[in-house]
Each structure stands twice: as structure tokens, then as C-alpha cells.
């Protein structure tokens, strides 16, 4: 089915019914959140068949691997509310009052986290699950006490239609207010532009490309009000091949590697597309494993033809720049799209060339060959923002590599020994963010609990009297939630 662009009246009117549903749920109990985000979880879980069915005739994606995304779906919902429920994104620090302090009395002030406002979501092509309609930022906004209006990724607008219904009928069940979310869909950037740019909206999640996630934040900080932008965008995930490590076990990380770079054919934000080593006898039987465990991997479809004719311009773009040559192309048959590249470089041609430093969003990686520590610490200093880089190291490794460790830590936001970057745990320990340009706010999570921060602000209250403040705030501790007190952690 194909759903017609958002006209701008009817942006209109889901901001208006946000921005009035704003109040009713930024002042609902935490409890009443949570029975409205378990409704979703519950709706999501009822209709898990049809949504699978649906999410496989438009992505290409494995049924396997859809039921996987939508437990996750709901292990987000059920545990972002949970979270909400028990204060920790309140983050709630409270200075009692000494009127006999000297020189001057000492006011009462207590602060607090409230939420934004109207949020928009634009939803990602490559999880119509865990990252879409229902996914990890309409959760967060959601249990902040954000109304959300997403708009669908055209890529899979049915499955989206369908996770919109049901999350609609979950707020009129737990007597949400009406605009608590709203649904829109939009294949020009016009849609999401006027989405951006509407004076009702208050902050932006996005997980997508570079291009599109610098859009967003650029239109955003050229409102007359500018709103947060979280982007979550390119990654090429750097992996540092250390080189006692890889005489220890590189047959064992080829092997790790081969099945990380071709995970659902490459289409993960978290896919190792770097692979940087030291030159010797070690990198160059690594790289044989490598490049043959990755001839024998079949090619796949990808999501729809705009990733999979994005990947074979990038790939071919890649493998054509100078003094790169390839080292293992899927040699199995087939009609996929998605074919299993890898590639090699020396360190002093990627050094120069930054069409080198491109991610290329699919099953691919790039060996960049360094002919020593130093010159492997400065293909390091040159790399920029990351989600995630990794090191292959023994603890003969770490000690030798200590300043290159250091740098690799500054460019991401989460920092892997000895294992691959694809596989995100939701969990409250979980960074999904990093520099920019993987990131446009790198302080910030869009996976685990913590990424519910992201849409809200702090408000301290001064010589308010207790009936007055929020129960989070009040002496008696009603939501019986920990608390910063005078410095002292309490429940």
C-alpha cells in the first residue's frame, strides 16, 4: 500500500493535539506512564505474527530475525517504563534550607528533570521495530512524559501503520490524552523539514544517515526557538588488530569477523567496516582467513533498492580509489544485492584519501595495513567520531599501545576488547552514541534507560513549600524514589 505525504494542515493539527496533550501527561503519575507503555508492549506482542509477516514482505529481513527485534521492542518499552517508574531519569537533588547560615540564610532549592514537550521520531529503515513507530526513542520521549509524533520510513510504512494502530489503541485503553501520538507519513524531506521547523515541536529523534541526520540538526538550529536534535548517523566502527593478539587467536577473530561484517548484510550502524592492523606475518594469514571466509558468504537482499543501490555505488567507488585492492568478494552464487566485500589499503593511502574514511553500509570492510605502531596511532588520530571502536589486544598489547589507546577511547562511545561491535545490549550501561558524526550529542544514549534523559531539562524550585512541589521533590518522598539530599543518596 502506498501512503500519501503529510500535507502541512494536517502536521498542524497532530502538533496542536500534542502541544494540548502536553500538560495532562507531563503531570500523569509515573505508574500511569508505565501501564500505558506495558499496553503497547502487550498490544505489540498479541499481534506479533501479523507484524512479522508484514515487516518480511517489505525489508527483505528474516522472519528469525524480525521476532528477535520485536522481543527486544517490547524489552524496551516494558524497561524504559520500568526505569520511569522508579525516578531514575528524575535525577532529583534536593538543598534543604539553613536560615541561621552566615553571612546570608541559605535558601531551600530542590531540582529536578521535566520533559521537553512535543517530540518528533523519525523512524529508521534498517529496524522497523526496535528503532521505528515503537522503537527505543518513542519509548524514551514516551516515558519522559513526551507526546511523540512519528513519521514512518516510507521503506516499511505498512509494519509502521500497523505498530501505530496499536499504540493508539493502548492510550485510548489507558485513558492517554488525546495527541499523546500521532502518526504521519512523508517520502520528501518536505514532510520531515515541516516537522523540524514547526514551532510546536521540542526536540527530534533520528537514526539514519549522515546526510539526512545534519539536516535535521541544521534545521533545527535555524528555528527562531532551535530544539536538541538526536541523530544517531554514520559509524564505520574501527577495529585495532593488535598484534600479539592476532598471533594468539586470528584464526578464531577471522572467523568472529566474517560473520560480524555480514550480520544481516552488513545493515547495522554498529558494522566493523575498519579493520586496522600492524603489518607482519600475522595481519597478512589474518587477512587470507578473512578475505576467504568472506568468498563464502552468500549475497543477500538488503532492506529495499535505495540501500542496496547506495551500497554497490559506495562499495564500487571504494574499491576503485588508488592502492586499494580486494581481498575476498563472495564467490557463492546468487541474486542478492548485498555482496561480501573485503578490501585492503596501506595506512599511507587512507591517510590521504578521505573517500577511504566513507562508510560504506553494507557488508564490507576495509583493511588498512600500517607499517608500525606510530604510523597505526596516527590512522587513529585521524579517524573522526565513532559509536563504537574496538581493540584486539593481550596484555602485553595493552602495555605497548598504551597512547593509542588513549586516542581510540576519545572518538567513541563505547570502547570493545577482544569481540565484535554488532550486538547492542539494552541495558542501562549501554552507550549508543558518540562524537560527531556518529552522533550530534555525544553526552546522550538512544539505547538503555539513560536515552529517556535526552528529552528532558532541569528545573529547580526555590523556597517552594511542601504541598507545593512536585511529589518528586516533597519532604515525604511519596514516589519513594532516590534522591541527592544535602549530598547524601537516599530513598
Known amino acids: 500500500m502506498t501512503y500519501t505525504d503529510a500535507t502541512f494542515q ?11 496533550a502536553y500538560i495532562p501527561f507531563k503531570n500523569s503519575s509515573l505508574g500511569a506512564r508505565r501501564n500505558f507503555l506495558h499496553a503497547i508492549a502487550q498490544g505489540l506482542e498479541a499481534a506479533a505474527s501479523a507484524l512479522v509477516e508484514l515487516a518480511v514482505g517489505e525489508t527483505h529481513l528474516g522472519a528469525e530475525r524480525l521476532k528477535g527485534e520485536l522481543a527486544r521492542t517490547c524489552w524496551q518499552l516494558r524497561s524504559y517504563s520500568d526505569a520511569a517508574l522508579a525516578g531514575h531519569h528524575l535525577d532529583v537533588r534536593i538543598d534543604k534550607a539553613n536560615p541561621d547560615r552566615k553571612p546570608a540564610p541559605k535558601p531551600d532549592i530542590r531540582k529536578m528533570m521535566v520533559p521537553l514537550g512535543p517530540v518528533v521520531v523519525f523512524g529508521s529503515s534498517n529496524f522497523p521495530f526496535a528503532y521505528s513507530t515503537a522503537g527505543g526513542d518513542t519509548a524514551c520521549a514516551l516515558a519522559a512524559g513526551c507526546p511523540v509524533i512519528v513519521k514512518a520510513h516510507p521503506a516499511h510504512s505498512e509494519t509502521s501503520e500497523a505498530v501505530a494502530k496499536i499504540i493508539l489503541a493502548a492510550a485510548a485503553s489507558t485513558h492517554m490524552p488525546e495527541g499523546v501520538f500521532a ?3 512523508g517520502a520528501g524531506f518536505e514532510t520531515g523539514k515541516a516537522l523540524v521547523v514547526h514551532p510546536l515541536v521540542k526536540a527530534v529523534g533520528f537514526t539514519g544517515s549522515t546526510s539526512g541526520g545534519k539536516a535535521l540538526f541544521d534545521w533545527a538550529n535555524q528555528r527562531k526557538e532551535p530544539i536538541p536534535v538526536f541523530s544517531e548517523m554514520g559509524s564505520i566502527n574501527p577495529v585495532f588488530l593488535l598484534p600479539e593478539k592476532l598471533r594468539q587467536s586470528g584464526e578464531q577473530v577471522a572467523r568472529d569477523y566474517a560473520a560480524s561484517i555480514t550480520l544481516s548484510v552488513g545493515q547495522f550502524c554498529t558494522n566493523p567496516g575498519l579493520l586496522i592492523g ?31 543501490r547506495a551500497y554497490e555505488q559506495k562499495r564500487q567507488t571504494a574499491l576503485t580509489q588508488a592502492n586499494v585492492e580486494t581481498v575476498g568478494v563472495s564467490k557463492v552464487p546468487g541474486t542478492g544485492e548485498g555482496v561480501p566485500t573485503l578490501a585492503r589499503t596501506s595506512a599511507a593511502a587512507f591517510l590521504s584519501n578521505p573517500v577511504l574514511h566513507e562508510e560504506v553500509f553494507g557488508p564490507y570492510s576495509l583493511l588498512v595495513e600500517c607499517k608500525d605502531a606510530q604510523e597505526m596511532l596516527q590512522v587513529a588520530l585521524h579517524l573522526e567520531g565513532q ?6 589486544a593481550s596484555d602485553e598489547d595493552w602495555k605497548a599501545h598504551s597512547q593509542l589507546i588513549e586516542v581510540v577511547q576519545q572518538h567513541c562511545g563505547r570502547l570493545i576488547l577482544n569481540g565484535v561491535p554488532t550486538g547492542v545490549e539494552v541495558v542501562t550501561a549501554m552507550q549508543h552514541g558518540g562524537p ?16 529517556i534523559r535526552r528529552f528532558t531539562r532541569p528545573v529547580s524550585y526555590q523556597n517552594f513549600p511542601d504541598h507545593l ?17 544535602d549530598g547524601n543518596w537516599e530513598q
Do not use: C
Open 436 to 451: 560527531y558524526p556518529a552522533t550530534t550529542d555525544s553526552r546522550f544514549t538512544s539505547v538503555g534507560a539513560d536515552g
Open 10 to 20: 494536517e502536521i498542524d493539527k497532530a502538533l496542536e493535539l500534542a502541544a494540548r
Open 278 to 308: 600492524i603489518a607482519g606475518d600475522a595481519l597478512h594469514l589474518f587477512a587470507t582467513q578473512l578475505g576467504a571466509l568472506m568468498e563464502a558468504v552468500p549475497p543477500a537482499f538488503m532492506l529495499h533498492q535505495g540501500i542496496a
Open 469 to 485: 512541589l512536585p511529589e518528586a521533590l516533597q519532604n515525604g518522598n511519596p514516589l519513594g524514589i532516590w534522591r541527592l539530599v
Open 387 to 392: 559509536l563504537t571502536s574496538t581493540l584486539i
Open 183 to 185: 502518526h504521519l507519513h
